[in-house]
C-alpha cells in the first residue's frame, strides 16, 4: 500500500514562493502519473497541476498555470511543485496523489496528511 508524504509547506506573504515535496513509499511512482491536488476552508478538493509518468508532459489548472511547476525525480521516488507569485487565494492544504491518465481526477483511494500553505496579503 502506498504511502504519500507531503512537505515543505508554511506561511509566506503574497508574492512569495514555496516548494512543495511529495514522497512516497510502498510503491514506486515511477510508473504513474502524478498531480498535485489542493483544498481550501469549506471548498472541495481541487486540482493543480499534474505531470506524466515520464515527466515530459504537464498539465496546470488554469488558476496556476504560468506561476506553479510540477516536476518530479523518479530515482527519489519523488515529486515536487515550485509555487511562485503566490497569492493569497492559494491558501490551502495540498496534497499529491497519483492521477488517472488523461482526467485530473485522482487514482488512489487514500490521501496523505498534505501539507499546509498560507498566504498572507
Known amino acids: 500500500q502506498v504511502q504519500l508524504v507531503e512537505s515543505g509547506g508554511g506561511l509566506v506573504q503574497a508574492g512569495g514562493s514555496l516548494r512543495l515535496s511529495c514522497a512516497a513509499s510502498?510503491?514506486?511512482?515511477?510508473?504513474?502519473?502524478m498531480g498535485w491536488f489542493r483544498q481550501a476552508p469549506g471548498k472541495e478538493r481541487e486540482f493543480v497541476a499534474a505531470?506524466?509518468?515520464?515527466?515530459?508532459?504537464?498539465d496546470y489548472a488554469d488558476s496556476v498555470k504560468g506561476r506553479f511547476t510540477i516536476s518530479r525525480d523518479n530515482a527519489k521516488n519523488t515529486v515536487y511543485l515550485q509555487m511562485n507569485s503566490l497569492k493569497p487565494e492559494d491558501t490551502a492544504d495540498y496534497y499529491c496523489n497519483a492521477v488517472v491518465p488523461s482526467t485530473r481526477r485522482p487514482l488512489f483511494g487514500s490521501w496523505g496528511q498534505g501539507t499546509q500553505v498560507t498566504v498572507s496579503s
Open positions: 505531470i506524466s509518468w515520464h515527466g515530459g508532459t504537464t
Open positions: 510502498g510503491r514506486t511512482l515511477s510508473s504513474y502519473h
